[in-house]
């Protein structure tokens, strides 16, 4: 029997910090296009089900146009779709497990959605479901905490496999959030412990976005679709799990990509105009010649003269274009050339020079960091203002 | 450039006029129109004025007393090159020659090369009438002394001069640059666009517009967050209402059974506690059935043993009142007898006391009629004494009436005459005849006895015999005469005395008069006889002791009547009455003793009877009252037995209640013990502690049910959008807005700083530039305001815009040329443009003449003693000055020379008297 894990969709998440609107459309409407891909892996698979391991939605009280789409989505699936609450749509009074627009467009736009509220067995054809919601209002401090109730798998038929369904840090994984926004992340922390020895199958675990397994019967599938820029090497997501697994057996796993976007992360140190266009180079090597794919962190540090600046920057604007999003982190001090300061320093122009010079001096000794940044401001502005008003002269004449 | 010499013809009032200057200092005196400014004017047009100018400048200069054009001529030295300039003002046929150390120009040619000469733009067209401002900073027209000098500088050409001047004194490239301007032009515009004055971001600037958008932010990113709140309050709320209405619904329960419970016990507690009321009152009214037996038995008692008591004490206090009733009856028997003596005592005193009377009244009857036997004798005497007394009168009455006045008068009118006639007799020859024989002597007719001695007091002749005539004349004279004259009146006033009286002579008036002397004293005597016989009052007497008599007589027989019987007196003899009577006061004395002390014995019996009576009664009233109470015992004892009955019939009723009262008290013990178990005191407080525990129950459940709807309706209207996604936009928004405005505030501040930093360069940069003439402008001052005084020369851009002023006696204030006084604002003008002609010196091969045309006017007599002392070190730093004054003397210690201008009357020439001065060049 064959079955598909997958978790974290965080259908409505909204991508805030993409300032760009039409942008912020796109990367959005990702999380839900991979559904249909997932869509896809079903039928290709043969999978009698569908198992979403919380979070399905970003918040508890997604927008209706938001439960609407979604529930178009499951829909089209189906299969059984299993979902229990994540720590990000718990459940509780007045969260959209409860709201009756939800339950009417569930009813209405997926017949094959199964949302477990309560800690008890979901029975399906072929298998038993364990699941172990999130929820405001349980009693319990550990959603699986309830598994070690005596008499749960006293009256499990023994020919199905028996599945928990759960969401939640195992120990030391802890999720990070993507927005950013403070307050957000999921303190919940489950333990495995209370999982009899023997008496499940697999244990299909939602909360981590990257894939991760961690033994052979219990996986992490992470997101669908990535959410955040890859926190290092092996950080994997976009996956879903196909799982292969009957009662008493260890369960066959297999991972598949389903994610469109790409998100890249890159750290350089700069110190010269090569420097800049090496990253360049760089860049348009990740891209591979596409636009309006790839999100990326660009951080930056080293330090760069005023005109190695000015081209990074006008590098900058057409990343920015092509980029769905463009995240820089951009630590760069302003180090003059000689010949930059030698233009500013030693011209015939007293008051400029004896300004310049002490903006440098500033730039060298600062108060403090503030005082550090304006200073290179504000020699960049003199620079700038000086060259300026030269074309100008050269243009009149 | 010096001055070496000037001459002008047929200008203004000078006819033809020459002045040679000295090197340094020329002082051009004169009095007031001998033509001082119009000389340096004609110098001044030798420079500047084209010869060909023409019109009303030209009319100014000509004179129509003089004929021919105004001409001047000047001579100068320039880097040593002797110098010559000539020029004729004839309109278009004016004439100029410049001759520069031999090289000769003429016309236009020579006025340029002239212009350039002294630095400044040549006139050649139009517009001669600029001429007064050439070199204006050299030279101080009458009456612009006091000019802000440095003002004139800010025209552009000047300054230029000034500044090429500077520079090449101070240093080539200080000055700033074009690009230097225009850069520092733009950070300044870039400034003001952002910021106003006050350092403020402008409301149009980009800046104030991101502060806005933050704060808009900020405003929808607090509204987001308060609706997410919201919400994360209401569920939760949801919850908590949930749990506690569950929880309070438990509660409820729970108190409500805990209320039934008690009812249930409170009930049976009324119950027990009625039975309990019924039984106390049983309980309470047969304890008072026993009390009022008992204390009825024991009245009994009481009154019996009373009744005891008062018997006992009846039996003594009858026994003493028989005794006393005896005593008194015997002490009355006494006091019978004792008044009984008494009375007849009192009897016998009352006879002996009337005979007594009746003895006293008689003694003084007899008394009283001895004295009317005796007042009628004195009587008849008196009546005898007043029958004398009346012959007495009459003998009187028959004498002749002379008084004692007229006795007096008498006696003396006689002592008069003897007097006089003895005074006669003295002056009188006394006459004795011893012996002749009688008849023989005569005096005149009268004879002389012999032995006897006559007197003479008047011429008399005395003759003896026949024969012998003797005239005796007494001596004295006319005294003689008046003392016969006295004699005379003396002899005529008594005969006078003696007739009134009727009498002949003194010795007979004398006797009358002693006889009635006599019979009056014999009728005085009479008189004090009658007196003491008691006179008038005789009678009266007499009458009121009739009176006494008869009322004696009346006295007498009423006592008698009293008495009864009249026993007999023993009349005429004194001695047994008196012992009559003496017998009878014996016997009173002795009957009042007896009296006295009857009576003393009968109050003594009285005493004690008295006494013994209240005793008795006493006795009596004790026992009444005894007995009184002994018959209102009886009558309630009687009363009472008759209620409850003999002894052993009360004894037995009181034993019968007493086991009632038992049985009583077991049942209230049983029912408090059943009462007591029940917990009474509890139970109330519990009830109340319950119903109020519920209803405080039912508040907080009402509360929950209402927060658990307020959140279920919060919750349900949830749906239209993601209030957590709109959360999580808004603060994106405010970080972005944040970071926007952070980063616009750093490219704001880099304009500031770098403007600022051109400010301040501009400001170091000018100071370094204007140094030279700072220092110098200060060199004068410190002339004039002593050391320490300090000009700074103000720059703005590239241009001189005014000299400040610092003076250490003025606290190191700041002044602006403005500020100053007249006098001062001529010297400080003095200063700058000595220190300019200096500077500008330089291009004229060292030197520049400066010319002061009555340039101190203002100042004060101390203040042009140290303008002389300024204008000494300008010429000893290089300068050429020339001074026009009036007032010569006020330049004394200038060094040079001084010229004297006389005026000039329509005179040919402007005669210019030269005195030489010794330079005081040090």
Same mark, same amino acid.
């Given at each position: 029997?064959?079955?598909?894990?997958?978790?974290?969709?965080?259908?409505?998440?909204?991508?805030?910090?993409?300032?760009?609107?039409?942008?912020?459309?796109?990367?959005?409407?990702?999380?839900?296009?991979?559904?249909?891909?997932?869509?896809?892996?079903?039928?290709?698979?043969?999978?009698?089900?569908?198992?979403?391991?919380?979070?399905?939605?970003?918040?508890?009280?997604?927008?209706?146009?938001?439960?609407?789409?979604?529930?178009?989505?499951?829909?089209?699936?189906?299969?059984?779709?299993?979902?229990?609450?994540?720590?990000?749509?718990?459940?509780?009074?007045?969260?959209?497990?409860?709201?009756?627009?939800?339950?009417?467009?569930?009813?209405?736009?997926?017949?094959?959605?199964?949302?477990?509220?309560?800690?008890?067995? *979901?029975?399906?054809?072929?298998?038993?479901?364990?699941?172990?919601?999130?929820?405001?209002?349980?009693?319990?401090?550990?959603?699986?905490?309830?598994?070690?109730?005596?008499?749960?798998?006293?009256?499990?038929?023994?020919?199905?496999?028996?599945?928990?369904?759960?969401?939640?840090?195992?120990?030391?994984?802890?999720?990070?959030?993507?927005?950013?926004?403070?307050?957000?992340?999921?303190?919940?922390?489950?333990?495995?412990?209370?999982?009899?020895?023997?008496?499940?199958?697999?244990?299909?675990?939602?909360?981590?976005?990257?894939?991760?397994?961690?033994?052979?019967?219990?996986?992490?599938?992470?997101?669908?679709?990535?959410?955040?820029?890859?926190?290092?090497?092996?950080?994997?997501?976009?996956?879903?799990?196909?799982?292969?697994?009957?009662?008493?057996?260890?369960? *066959?796993?297999?991972?598949?990509?389903?994610?469109?976007?790409?998100?890249?992360?890159?750290?350089?140190?700069?110190?010269?105009?090569?420097?800049?266009?090496?990253?360049?180079?760089?860049?348009?090597?990740?891209?591979?010649?596409?636009?309006?794919?790839?999100?990326?962190?660009?951080?930056?540090?080293?330090?760069?003269?005023?005109?190695?600046?000015?081209?990074?920057?006008?590098?900058?604007?057409?990343?920015?274009?092509?980029?769905?999003?463009?995240?820089?982190?951009?630590?760069?001090?302003?180090?003059?050339?000689?010949?930059?300061?030698?233009?500013?320093?030693?011209?015939?122009?007293?008051?400029?020079?004896?300004?310049?010079?002490?903006?440098?001096?500033?730039?060298?000794?600062?108060?403090?960091?503030?005082?550090?940044?304006?200073?290179?401001?504000?020699?960049?502005?003199?620079?700038?203002?000086?060259?300026?008003?030269?074309?100008?002269?050269?243009?009149?004449? | 450039?010096?001055?070496?010499?000037?001459?002008?013809?047929?200008?203004?009032?000078?006819?033809?006029?020459?002045?040679?200057?000295?090197?340094?200092?020329?002082?051009?005196?004169?009095?007031?129109?001998?033509?001082?400014?119009?000389?340096?004017?004609?110098?001044?047009?030798?420079?500047?004025?084209?010869?060909?100018?023409?019109?009303?400048?030209?009319?100014?200069?000509?004179?129509?007393?003089?004929?021919?054009?105004?001409?001047?001529?000047?001579?100068?030295?320039?880097?040593?090159?002797?110098?010559?300039?000539?020029?004729?003002?004839?309109?278009?046929?004016?004439?100029?020659?410049?001759?520069?150390?031999?090289?000769?120009?003429?016309?236009?040619?020579?006025?340029?090369?002239?212009?350039?000469?002294?630095?400044?733009?040549?006139?050649?067209?139009?517009?001669?009438?600029?001429?007064?401002?050439?070199?204006?900073?050299?030279?101080?027209?009458?009456?612009?002394?006091?000019?802000?000098?440095?003002?004139?500088?800010?025209?552009?050409?000047?300054?230029?001069?000034?500044?090429?001047?500077?520079?090449?004194?101070?240093?080539?490239?200080?000055?700033?640059?074009?690009?230097?301007?225009?850069?520092?032009?733009?950070?300044?515009?870039?400034?003001?666009?952002?910021?106003?004055?006050?350092?403020?971001?402008?409301?149009?600037?980009?800046?104030?517009?991101?502060?806005?958008?933050?704060?808009?932010?900020?405003?929808?990113?607090?509204?987001?967050?308060?609706?997410?709140?919201?919400?994360?309050?209401?569920?939760?709320?949801?919850?908590?209402?949930?749990?506690?209405?569950?929880?309070?619904?438990?509660?409820?329960?729970?108190?409500?059974?805990?209320?039934?419970?008690?009812?249930?016990?409170?009930?049976?507690?009324?119950?027990?506690?009625?039975?309990?009321?019924?039984?106390?009152?049983?309980?309470?009214?047969?304890?008072?059935?026993?009390?009022?037996?008992?204390?009825?038995?024991?009245?009994?008692?009481?009154?019996?043993?009373?009744?005891?008591?008062?018997?006992?004490?009846?039996?003594?206090?009858?026994?003493?009142?028989?005794?006393?009733?005896?005593?008194?009856?015997?002490?009355?028997?006494?006091?019978?007898?004792?008044?009984?003596?008494?009375?007849?005592?009192?009897?016998?005193?009352?006879?002996?006391?009337?005979?007594?009377?009746?003895?006293?009244?008689?003694?003084?009857?007899?008394?009283?009629?001895?004295?009317?036997?005796?007042?009628?004798?004195?009587?008849?005497?008196?009546?005898?004494?007043?029958?004398?007394?009346?012959?007495?009168?009459?003998?009187?009455?028959?004498?002749?009436?002379?008084?004692?006045?007229?006795?007096?008068?008498?006696?003396?009118?006689?002592?008069?005459?003897?007097?006089?006639?003895?005074?006669?007799?003295?002056?009188?020859?006394?006459?004795?005849?011893?012996?002749?024989?009688?008849?023989?002597?005569?005096?005149?007719?009268?004879?002389?006895?012999?032995?006897?001695?006559?007197?003479?007091?008047?011429?008399?002749?005395?003759?003896?015999?026949?024969?012998?005539?003797?005239?005796?004349?007494?001596?004295?004279?006319?005294?003689?005469?008046?003392?016969?004259?006295?004699?005379?009146?003396?002899?005529?006033?008594?005969?006078?005395?003696?007739?009134?009286?009727?009498?002949?002579?003194?010795?007979?008036?004398?006797?009358?008069?002693?006889?009635?002397?006599?019979?009056?004293?014999?009728?005085?005597?009479?008189?004090?006889?009658?007196?003491?016989?008691?006179?008038?009052?005789?009678?009266?007497?007499?009458?009121?002791?009739?009176?006494?008599?008869?009322?004696?007589?009346?006295?007498?027989?009423?006592?008698?009547?009293?008495?009864?019987?009249?026993?007999?007196?023993?009349?005429?003899?004194?001695?047994?009455?008196?012992?009559?009577?003496?017998?009878?006061?014996? /016997?009173?004395?002795?009957?009042?003793?007896?009296?006295?002390?009857?009576?003393?014995?009968?109050?003594?019996?009285?005493?004690?009877?008295?006494?013994?009576?209240?005793?008795?009664?006493?006795?009596?009233?004790?026992?009444?009252?005894?007995?009184?109470?002994?018959?209102?015992?009886?009558?309630?004892?009687?009363?009472?037995?008759?209620?409850?009955?003999?002894?052993?019939?009360?004894?037995?009723?009181?034993?019968?209640?007493?086991?009632?009262?038992?049985?009583?008290?077991?049942?209230?013990?049983?029912?408090?013990?059943?009462?007591?178990?029940?917990?009474?005191?509890?139970?109330?407080?519990?009830?109340?502690?319950?119903?109020?525990?519920?209803?405080?129950?039912?508040?907080?459940?009402?509360?929950?049910?209402?927060?658990?709807?307020?959140?279920?309706?919060?919750?349900?209207?949830?749906?239209?959008?993601?209030?957590?996604?709109?959360?999580?936009?808004?603060?994106?928004?405010?970080?972005?807005?944040?970071?926007?405005?952070?980063?616009?505030?750093?490219?704001?501040?880099?304009?500031?700083?770098?403007?600022?930093?051109?400010?301040?360069?501009?400001?170091?940069?000018?100071?370094?530039?204007?140094?030279?003439?700072?220092?110098?402008?200060?060199?004068?001052?410190?002339?004039?305001?002593?050391?320490?005084?300090?000009?700074?020369?103000?720059?703005?851009?590239?241009?001189?815009?005014?000299?400040?002023?610092?003076?250490?006696?003025?606290?190191?204030?700041?002044?602006?040329?403005?500020?100053?006084?007249?006098?001062?604002?001529?010297?400080?003008?003095?200063?700058? /443009?000595?220190?300019?002609?200096?500077?500008?010196?330089?291009?004229?091969?060292?030197?520049?003449?400066?010319?002061?045309?009555?340039?101190?006017?203002?100042?004060?007599?101390?203040?042009?003693?140290?303008?002389?002392?300024?204008?000494?070190?300008?010429?000893?730093?290089?300068?050429?000055?020339?001074?026009?004054?009036?007032?010569?003397?006020?330049?004394?210690?200038?060094?040079?020379?001084?010229?004297?201008?006389?005026?000039?009357?329509?005179?040919?020439?402007? /005669?210019?008297?030269?005195?030489?001065?010794?330079?005081?060049?040090?």
């Amino acid at each position: 029997m064959r079955f598909i894990h997958t978790a974290d969709w965080h259908i409505g998440m909204p991508y805030a910090r993409i300032e760009d609107q039409e942008k912020r459309v796109l990367v959005r409407a990702a999380r839900l296009e991979t559904v249909s891909r997932i869509g896809k892996a079903v039928r290709e698979k043969s999978a009698s089900f569908v198992l979403v391991a919380g979070d399905l939605f970003d918040s508890n009280t997604p927008s209706n146009s938001t439960v609407s789409r979604l529930c178009h989505e499951i829909g089209k699936l189906s299969v059984p779709v299993v979902v229990i609450p994540g720590n990000h749509d718990s459940a509780g009074p007045g969260t959209i497990w409860q709201q009756p627009f939800f339950q009417k467009e569930a009813r209405d736009l997926a017949p094959n959605l199964i949302v477990a509220l309560d800690a008890q067995p *979901v029975f399906l054809d072929e298998a038993v479901i364990l699941p172990c919601p999130c929820s405001q209002l349980g009693p319990m401090a550990d959603p699986l905490e309830w598994l070690l109730v005596k008499d749960v798998f006293e009256n499990l038929p023994n020919d199905l496999p028996r599945i928990v369904l759960a969401h939640g840090s195992v120990q030391e994984f802890v999720s990070q959030d993507v927005s950013g926004t403070p307050g957000n992340a999921s303190l919940d922390t489950i333990s495995l412990d209370f999982i009899p020895e023997g008496q499940v199958d697999y244990v299909a675990l939602g909360d981590w976005h990257a894939t991760k397994k961690i033994d052979d019967r219990t996986w992490y599938c992470g997101t669908h679709e990535p959410d955040r820029f890859p926190k290092g090497e092996g950080y994997e997501s976009g996956n879903i799990l196909l799982v292969n697994v009957s009662r008493g057996q260890n369960p *066959v796993v297999e991972k598949r990509h389903v994610a469109s976007l790409r998100w890249h992360k890159l750290e350089e140190t700069l110190s010269s105009v090569s420097d800049v266009r090496h990253l360049s180079q760089r860049i348009n090597e990740l891209t591979k010649g596409q636009v309006g794919r790839d999100l990326l962190r660009l951080e930056l540090s080293g330090f760069l003269g005023i005109g190695a600046t000015r081209e990074l920057e006008s590098l900058m604007e057409g990343w920015r274009a092509k980029f769905l999003w463009l995240d820089v982190k951009k630590s760069i001090e302003l180090v003059p050339e000689d010949e930059e300061i030698a233009t500013l320093t030693t011209r015939p122009d007293p008051l400029i020079s004896g300004v310049a010079s002490e903006i440098l001096n500033k730039m060298q000794n600062p108060v403090d960091e503030r005082e550090k940044m304006v200073a290179q401001q504000a020699l960049r502005e003199l620079y700038f203002a000086c060259q300026r008003v030269l074309t100008d002269k050269a243009d009149q004449r | 450039m010096r001055l070496i010499s000037a001459s002008i013809k047929n200008y203004k009032l000078h006819r033809k006029v020459s002045v040679e200057f000295h090197k340094s200092v020329t002082v051009i005196a004169g009095p007031n129109e001998a033509g001082k400014s119009t000389l340096v004017e004609a110098i001044h047009r030798g420079l500047f004025l084209r010869s060909r100018t023409t019109g009303a400048l030209l009319s100014s200069m000509k004179t129509r007393i003089w004929q021919g054009n105004p001409e001047v001529h000047l001579e100068f030295y320039l880097d040593d090159k002797f110098c010559s300039v000539s020029k004729v003002f004839a309109g278009q046929r004016g004439s100029t020659t410049l001759n520069l150390g031999g090289e000769t120009f003429y016309g236009d040619d020579a006025e340029r090369r002239l212009a350039e000469l002294l630095g400044e733009e040549p006139i050649l067209g139009r517009g001669g009438q600029q001429v007064i401002k050439r070199w204006s900073h050299l030279w101080v027209w009458q009456g612009k002394s006091s000019e802000d000098v440095a003002q004139e500088l800010a025209n552009a050409q000047k300054n230029e001069l000034l500044i090429r001047a500077v520079q090449e004194l101070g240093g080539a490239s200080v000055v700033q640059s074009q690009l230097d301007s225009l850069v520092s032009a733009y950070f300044r515009r870039l400034v003001e666009e952002n910021f106003t004055s006050r350092g403020r971001p402008r409301a149009s600037s980009r800046l104030a517009t991101l502060e806005k958008e933050l704060e808009e932010a900020k405003k929808a990113y607090g509204q987001k967050r308060e609706i997410c709140d919201s919400i994360r309050q209401a569920r939760k709320d949801y919850i908590e209402a949930t749990k506690e209405i569950k929880a309070l619904n438990r509660e409820i329960d729970k108190g409500r059974k805990g209320l039934a419970s008690l009812l249930e016990k409170l009930k049976r507690l009324e119950a027990l506690e009625g039975k309990r009321k019924e039984k106390g009152a049983e309980k309470d009214e047969k304890s008072a059935y026993v009390k009022r037996l008992l204390e009825l038995d024991g009245e009994i008692k009481a009154l019996e043993k009373e009744k005891k008591e008062i018997n006992s004490k009846l039996a003594p206090l009858n026994l003493d009142f028989e005794v006393l009733d005896e005593e008194i009856s015997s002490l009355g028997k006494k006091r019978q007898d004792l008044s009984r003596n008494l009375g007849n005592i009192r009897k016998s005193l009352s006879e002996i006391r009337l005979l007594i009377s009746r003895l006293h009244v008689h003694e003084k009857l007899s008394a009283l009629q001895k004295k009317q036997e005796e007042l009628k004798a004195r009587i008849k005497q008196f009546r005898e004494l007043e029958g004398q007394i009346q012959q007495l009168k009459h003998e009187i009455s028959a004498l002749p009436k002379i008084d004692e006045e007229q006795i007096q008068d008498l006696k003396k009118a006689q002592e008069e005459l003897i007097r006089s006639e003895a005074a006669l007799e003295a002056m009188a020859t006394g006459v004795e005849v011893i012996d002749a024989p009688e008849g023989q002597v005569f005096m005149g007719e009268r004879p002389l006895k012999p032995g006897k001695e006559y007197t003479v007091t008047e011429r008399s002749e005395l003759r003896v015999g026949d024969s012998v005539v003797i005239a005796i004349v007494p001596g004295g004279g006319k005294a003689l005469l008046s003392c016969q004259a006295k004699v005379q009146d003396a002899r005529a006033r008594l005969n006078n005395l003696l007739n009134t009286i009727g009498l002949s002579s003194v010795e007979e008036a004398l006797g009358a008069y002693s006889k009635v002397e006599e019979l009056r004293r014999k009728r005085d005597v009479l008189d004090e006889k009658l007196k003491d016989l008691g006179g008038k009052e005789l009678e009266e007497e007499l009458r009121g002791v009739e009176e006494a008599v008869t009322s004696a007589r009346s006295e007498l027989s009423r006592l008698e009547e009293r008495l009864g019987h009249h026993p007999p007196f023993f009349e005429g003899h004194d001695g047994k009455m008196q012992f009559h009577l003496d017998s009878l006061s014996k /016997r009173l004395d002795e009957l009042e003793g007896q009296e006295k002390n009857l009576q003393t014995q009968l109050q003594e019996c009285q005493a004690r009877e008295d006494a013994k009576f209240r005793l008795r009664e006493n006795i009596r009233a004790k026992r009444q009252k005894l007995e009184n109470r002994r018959i209102e015992i009886e009558a309630r004892l009687s009363a009472k037995i008759e209620e409850a009955g003999d002894r052993e019939k009360r004894r037995q009723e009181i034993d019968r209640a007493r086991d009632d009262l038992e049985k009583i008290s077991k049942e209230i013990e049983k029912i408090d013990g059943e009462i007591t178990l029940l917990q009474p005191q509890f139970l109330q407080q519990d009830k109340e502690q319950i119903e109020e525990g519920l209803d405080k129950l039912e508040l907080r459940l009402q509360g929950a049910v209402r927060r658990k709807v307020a959140a279920e309706t919060l919750l349900g209207q949830l749906g239209r959008v993601d209030p957590e996604e709109e959360l999580k936009m808004a603060y994106a928004r405010m970080e972005l807005a944040r970071q926007r405005l952070r980063q616009e505030q750093e490219r704001a501040e880099a304009f500031v700083l770098v403007d600022s930093l051109f400010q301040k360069k501009q400001r170091e940069l000018g100071e370094r530039f204007s140094a030279p003439l700072s220092h110098r402008i200060s060199l004068y001052l410190a002339c004039m305001f002593g050391p320490g005084v300090e000009a700074k020369a103000i720059m703005e851009g590239n241009k001189f815009k005014g000299v400040k002023l610092t003076r250490p006696q003025h606290g190191d204030l700041v002044f602006s040329f403005s500020d100053l006084s007249e006098g001062t604002k001529e010297q400080v003008a003095a200063a700058v /443009r000595l220190a300019i002609a200096e500077i500008l010196a330089t291009g004229h091969g060292g030197c520049l003449p400066v010319v002061f045309d009555d340039a101190f006017t203002s100042s004060d007599p101390s203040r042009v003693m140290y303008v002389q002392r300024m204008l000494n070190l300008a010429a000893r730093r290089g300068l050429q000055i020339i001074l026009l004054t009036s007032n010569p003397d006020d330049y004394t210690f200038v060094g040079g020379k001084t010229i004297m201008l006389e005026r000039q009357d329509r005179q040919i020439d402007t /005669r210019a008297r030269q005195l030489e001065q010794p330079a005081i060049e040090g």
